[in-house]
């Protein structure tokens, strides 16, 4: 079983940015597919980007331009900077670690985007 802690949320002002960190406990972290994705209030849960074991990105297009993903394999850790937050970036974020047989979501950290 892996495990996924994710940290970083908190509230922010719109235009602010904050760093999303997920650790995973698995030592072959870095042949999963690694993702966040968010559910707001109401509404499906929704990929926001992920990337490969390869280093392949793909993002929602309503966070193209403001949010990155990148991988740490050493650190066993995937982040997820996000600039120009917006009101409706708000939502709880997962992480989300994929490979063949094996489909694993942290608990989900906070954001909140609010003047």
């Known amino acids: 079983q892996v495990q996924l802690v994710e940290s970083g949320g908190g509230l922010v002002q719109p235009g602010g940015s904050l760093r999303l960190s997920c650790s995973a406990s698995?030592?072959?972290?870095?042949?999963?597919?690694m993702g966040w994705y968010r559910q707001a209030p109401g509404k499906q849960r929704e990929l926001v980007a992920e990337i490969t074991s390869g280093g392949i990105i793909n993002r929602a297009d309503s966070v193209k331009g403001r949010f990155t993903i990148s991988r740490d394999n050493a650190k066993k850790t995937v982040y997820l900077q996000m600039n120009s937050l917006k009101p409706e970036d708000t939502a709880v974020y997962y992480c989300?670690?994929?490979?063949?047989?094996?489909?694993?979501w942290g608990k989900g950290t906070q954001v909140t985007v609010s003047s």
């Open positions: 989300n670690a994929r490979r063949m047989g094996g489909d694993y």
């Open positions: 698995d030592t072959s972290f870095s042949i999963f597919r």
